[in-house]
């Protein structure tokens, strides 16, 4: 069973920058993507980007577009989530999942928090 780690989260004034990580560990891991998601308090989970394991290509929502970026490293079963320029908005728990069947994202990490002061 894959199980997912988040890390990263953390209180950051606005403009500023976190990098967030999601290790993934267990069976073989060979998702056909990753992807970030955040839940604002007060707020249904919305998706924030996603990432296609196999060539990388990356989805963005609109409001983050330009100032988050999305990597992986296949080897390390890790997806990351640089975030700079950040928001009192951007302020939630953010959530990493993956979509290891053709059904949708079935895998969910506990999450972290990021905090963003104005």
């Known amino acids: 069973q894959v199980r997912l780690v988040e890390s990263g989260g953390g209180l950051v004034q606005a403009g500023g920058s976190l990098r967030l990580s999601c290790a993934a560990s267990?069976?073989?891991?060979?998702?056909?993507?990753m992807g970030w998601f955040r839940q604002a308090p007060g707020k249904e989970r919305e998706f924030v980007v996603r990432?296609?394991?196999?060539?990388?290509?990356?989805y963005y929502v609109d409001s983050v577009k330009g100032r988050f970026t999305i990597s992986r490293d296949n080897a390390k079963n890790t997806v990351y989530l640089q975030m700079n320029s950040l928001k009192p908005e951007d302020t939630a728990v953010y959530y990493c999942a993956a979509k290891l069947t053709s059904a949708g994202f079935d895998t969910w990490g506990q999450g972290t928090q990021v905090t963003v002061s104005s």
């Open positions: 990432i296609r394991w196999t060539d990388g290509s990356a």
């Open positions: 267990g069976r073989t891991f060979s998702p056909y993507a």
